[in-house]
């Protein structure tokens, strides 16, 4: 059955704003040549979305630069603002962007342990108040969040945890409740991370692909045929409770310190180091960083040295290197208890893919996802590609703000739909985004 008239406007609005998001400004010409359709209906659209206040003209295009078909369209960047928070345990980071997902404003706040309930989240919605002030938004038309713990798939709100700070759970309805003409959503912050990798990260050519977080917690992000799986209570991906050999003792329902977080968590990650010689030059990723660039140096000069007869190290003229041995163990050691996760994962869900995501991730690089791949090989028939993040700890914040931006456009951009005030309290529980590559 063919379209309706106004179905098939629909359908034609959203293409073209969807090619003027992607390609950048374009002229008539150039989206009536991509988008197939004709030029009174190219011309109709046009007029459309001008007078709805979501495109206009951003220049002009050609050798003689005048005319009708020399104008170029843009989508306006300022019809709406969106917030992104990247909200951890120690502190809270928060970007806002415009309409196209350009960053206008950033900034973050540490939030120390020691800080009560109420001052902590002042800070952070003061700090939202401020990046938005400083942006030039007026208001805030979307905010995205990403938290660490459990995420109500009914409701969209933070669930109980012994394990979280109790600002995290006053902070988003206090904010709701500065912000209420804002759509407030809540997600956990691996399944951001997940969603900024296969958009602009190691995950891009992937559908299926498992992004593990590695940083002060573990947690992992699983998405199968595109599709983020959440599980019947938001947990999949809780790896942190996995019980694992290696661990002292057995995970418990309020307490993951026996399960894979007790061999992977930044703390155990600068304890290993500690293990094997490492000095660790700051915490978590630092120890991590400090020893693959001693391992890589190590490489480099020995090439070096096959390749030139220069002064051999020791002399005066070259310092000698530190010695990459326990560099190189520690690497070895942190890969072997990595590789005791990953496997678990690989023989449940066949990925074929596996990211090391977080800053603990991105500081072993290579040299780590090289040697968890490496033990992987040999202890599943199932092949799987470990690779390094590319955003690292940023992940978080720039899934928020990819979700934010989706789902204000998806809402902007659908005629009837646009600028609608929710009520105070609300929030959005829009599902992983159906377009992974827009």
Do not use: Y
């Amino acid at each position: 059955m063919p379209a309706s008239p106004s179905t098939a406007r629909v359908i034609n609005d959203r293409l073209a704003l969807r090619l003027l998001q992607q390609e950048g400004p374009l002229t008539a010409g150039q989206l009536k040549q991509l988008t197939g359709l004709s030029r009174p209906t190219v011309a109709d659209l046009v007029e459309r979305l001008t007078a709805a206040g979501l495109i206009a003209v951003v220049g002009e295009a050609g050798e003689q630069r005048r005319g009708p078909n020399a104008k170029v369209f843009g989508i306006v960047a300022d019809r709406a603002h969106l917030a992104a928070l990247d909200v951890r345990t120690e502190g809270v980071a928060v970007a806002v962007a415009d309409l196209v997902g350009r960053v206008l404003a950033e900034a973050a706040v540490p939030i120390g342990g020691d800080t009560g309930t109420g001052p902590a989240v002042e800070q952070a919605v003061t700090l939202v108040e401020q990046v938005a002030k400083e942006s030039g938004a007026d208001r805030l038309h979307t905010v995205g969040i990403g938290a660490p713990g459990l995420i109500d798939p009914s409701s969209g709100e933070l669930r109980d945890s012994t394990g979280l700070p109790e600002w995290h759970r006053r902070f988003v309805a206090t904010l709701q409740e500065r912000l209420p003409e804002a759509r407030v959503s809540v997600e956990n912050e691996t399944n951001l991370a997940a969603l900024a990798e296969q958009r602009d990260g190691a995950a891009r050519d992937r559908d299926t692909f498992v992004l593990l977080w590695l940083g002060h917690g573990t947690g992992a992000a699983v998405v199968l045929d595109g599709a983020l799986r959440r599980g019947a209570s938001g947990g999949t991906g809780e790896i942190g409770f996995l019980p694992v050999p290696g661990a002292t003792a057995l995970p418990s329902s309020t307490d993951c310190e026996g399960g894979f977080h007790s061999l992977a968590s930044s703390a155990a990650v600068v304890e290993l180091a500690a293990q094997h010689g490492v000095p660790a030059q700051s915490p978590e990723a630092g120890v991590v960083r400090a020893a693959v660039d001693v391992v890589r140096g190590a490489v480099v000069q020995v090439r070096e040295e096959e390749a030139s007869t220069g002064p051999a190290p020791g002399s005066s003229e070259a310092p000698p290197p530190a010695d990459p041995a326990p560099a190189a163990r520690f690497l070895d050691a942190l890969a072997d208890r990595l590789a005791v996760g990953v496997a678990s994962v690989v023989a449940i869900l066949d990925p074929g893919c596996v990211v090391l995501g977080g800053e603990v991730g991105q500081a072993g690089g290579e040299e780590l996802a090289a040697r968890v791949q490496d033990r992987i090989a040999r202890m599943t028939p199932l092949p799987t590609e470990v690779r390094t993040t590319t955003l690292g700890g940023g992940a978080v914040l720039r899934g928020a703000l990819l979700t934010a931006r989706d789902r204000a456009q998806e809402e902007l951009f659908t005629p009837g739909k646009r600028l609608p005030q929710p009520s105070p309290g609300r929030q959005d529980t829009t599902p992983w985004p159906s377009h992974p590559g827009a």
